[in-house]
């Protein structure tokens, strides 16, 4: 895979996680409400910085950020989510996706190490740290 295409496929993943986490936020309910509520707009917040550190760097490499909709669920692997969820789901359906993301960030890396992209792999690197982290707490949340 080109390192144009693993940026693009973050960049899509990010925006459909983003959507997700808006989703959750609004939709969360329980005892944990005020909690979880708080988190995922911490995370929404965040996800929105993560699209656009990747599209400014993959502009700055020459490439071309996806910016629809449409290209967005066409390239991402993480998948909407339409279903009702209750906190605990919600919770683990974004460790499932974390755990995704950091499995791609890895064969990210690699690409842009063959490619002598120390920006984007240190990038990648970073991000990955971060995710392993929200990981770690958001399975402590979940008991396991």
């Known amino acids: 895979m080109t390192l144009e295409k693993v940026l693009n496929q973050q960049i899509a993943n990010w925006n459909v996680l983003y959507t997700k986490l808006h989703r959750f936020h609004w939709y969360v309910k329980g005892h944990d409400f005020f909690t ?25 490499i020459g490439g071309s950020p996806v910016s629809t909709l449409k290209e967005y669920l066409e390239l991402a692997t993480i998948k909407e989510t339409t279903e009702t969820l209750n906190a605990e789901e919600m919770v683990q359906s974004i460790v499932k996706d974390f755990t995704q993301i950091i499995d791609e960030l890895q064969d990210g890396m690699e690409t842009a190490e063959q490619k002598n992209d120390e920006v984007t792999s240190d990038m990648f690197l970073g991000l990955k740290g971060k995710l392993e982290k929200h990981n770690w707490m958001l399975k402590a949340y979940l008991g396991a």
């Open 36 to 60: 979880l509520h708080a988190k995922f707009e911490e995370l929404y917040e965040e996800a929105a910085a993560t699209i656009d550190e990747f599209a400014e760097q993959l502009l700055a």
